[in-house]
Structures are given as structure tokens and as C-alpha cells.
T-cell receptor
Framework: SQELEQSPQSLIVQEGKNLTINCTSS?????LYWYKQKYGEGLIFLMM?????EEKSHEKITAKLDEKKQQSSLHITASQPSHAGIYLC??????????FGTGTRLKVLA | DAGVIQSPRHEVTEMGQEVTLRCKPI?????LFWYRQTMMRGLELLIY????????DSGMPEDRFSAKMPNASFSTLKIQPSEPRDSAVYFC???????????????FGQGTRLTVV
């Protein structure tokens, strides 16, 4: 079973709409990382969250980590076609180890 | 820094052949990870090293897979013999492990797209 569950698996939104992607773990996470991937390319780091209740923003993307450090959400405001891609949450589960969720494929319709 | 560098970018090989994928991590990073990505299974951690030492190779699918890190600036992932089901994109990533329970973010290479026919 996946240690990190992401939802939804895929998402199609109209340009300008807001959207949220969720990442859930059954374990407490030492660090939570959001990445974006375009088809055929490597993963691009977006944000890192380490403290319970932490929230970070970069341009129109905001990520939050809950107080228990088991759930994170990524929110995109006023989506644009450039936001399209695969969003992956990754987690540091201790002893240097990173694992990843299954990813959310986002398509933004112009 | 040029980032994590992987080679080759694309590899097409025949079943039964040996395949070697290469990775140069970011200078100064002490953790290195090999991942495999497929549509069906997503991004799977195969093996990771800390200070050139393999810490956990439980994700390596079979004995056909082996990985080495002879020094801090180079790692290889070898598949021998290769099979069609090994076809996937293989990523290498590196990070700086600050403590035993803390990592900076991992930086990924562009990946090697492997096709075994």
C-alpha cells in the first residue's frame, strides 16, 4: 500500500479556477515536499514544509501542513495553462529516506 | 552548480543486455537516491546512499539490479540482464542530510528513459 496517498489522481479545470490537491500519510512526517513534473522531464522542487501548521506560498501556489504533520494540501489560485503538469508530494520518513505519492495530473483548459 | 546530471538521457537496448545508468549528484550533497517511474507504479525509491554508503536497497526489484557509489560525485545503477518490464524512466536525486532526522529538499536529474525491446 502507498505510504503517501494523493488525491485526486487527475484534475481538469478551466483557466482561472482555483484547485486543491491533497497528500495524506498514516505516519508523522519529518518533512513534506511538493514537486511539479512536466512530461518527460525531471521533478522541479516547489516547497518544503517541516513544522506542524506551517504554510508557504510561491506566486499563486500555497501549501499547508496540518498540525499533526500527516496531511498537506497544495492550493492553486486562478489557475493558468502554465500550471499544468504532474504534482507530487514527497516526504522524509526518517533516516534520509524520501518517498513519494502517486501524483496528481493537472490539466488547465484555456 | 549544474544540478544533478544523469546519462544517458535515452537508452534503447535489447532484452538480455547489460544497461548502466550514471549519475553525478550536486557537489556537497551527501545523500543520493535512485528512483524508477512508471505509469502504473508512480515514483518508486529503489535505493539510497548516505555518504557513499547504501542505507536501504529494499526497493531494488531483483538481483538483476545493482547500484554503486564509489565516491561522492558518481553513482551507477546497473541492470543485468535487462528485461522489457524494466522499461521506465530512472531518476537520480541528491540532497543534503543535515541530521539523521532531517533532509533538505531533494534535487532531481532529468532522468534516463530506458526502453528494453
Amino acid at each position: 500500500s502507498q505510504e503517501l496517498e494523493q488525491s485526486p489522481q487527475s484534475l481538469i479545470v478551466q483557466e482561472g479556477k482555483n484547485l486543491t490537491i491533497n497528500c495524506t500519510s498514516s505516519k508523522t512526517l519529518y518533512g513534506l515536499y511538493w514537486y511539479k513534473q512536466k512530461y518527460g522531464e525531471g521533478l522541479i522542487f516547489l516547497m518544503m514544509l517541516q513544522k506542524g501548521g506551517e504554510e508557504k506560498s510561491h506566486e499563486k501556489i500555497t501549501a499547508k501542513l496540518d498540525e499533526k504533520k500527516q496531511q498537506s494540501s497544495l492550493h492553486i489560485t486562478a489557475s493558468q495553462p502554465s500550471h499544468a503538469g504532474i504534482y507530487l508530494c514527497g516526504a522524509d520518513v526518517g533516516t534520509y529516506k524520501y518517498i513519494f505519492g502517486t501524483g496528481t495530473r493537472l490539466k488547465v483548459l484555456a | 552548480d549544474a544540478g544533478v546530471i544523469q546519462s544517458p538521457r535515452h537508452e534503447v537496448t535489447e532484452m538480455g543486455q547489460e544497461v548502466t545508468l550514471r549519475c553525478k549528484p550536486i557537489s556537497g550533497h551527501n545523500s543520493l537516491f535512485w528512483y524508477r517511474q512508471t505509469m502504473m507504479r508512480g515514483l518508486e525509491l529503489l535505493i539510497y546512499f548516505n555518504n557513499n554508503v547504501p542505507i536501504d536497497d529494499s526497493g531494488m526489484p531483483e538481483d538483476r539490479f545493482s547500484a554503486k557509489m564509489p565516491n561522492a560525485s558518481f553513482s551507477t545503477l546497473k541492470i543485468q540482464p535487462s528485461e522489457p518490464r524494466d522499461s521506465a524512466v530512472y531518476f537520480c536525486a541528491s540532497s543534503l542530510a543535515l541530521t539523521t532526522l532531517g533532509n533538505t529538499e531533494a534535487f532531481f536529474g532529468q532522468g534516463t528513459r530506458l526502453t528494453v525491446v
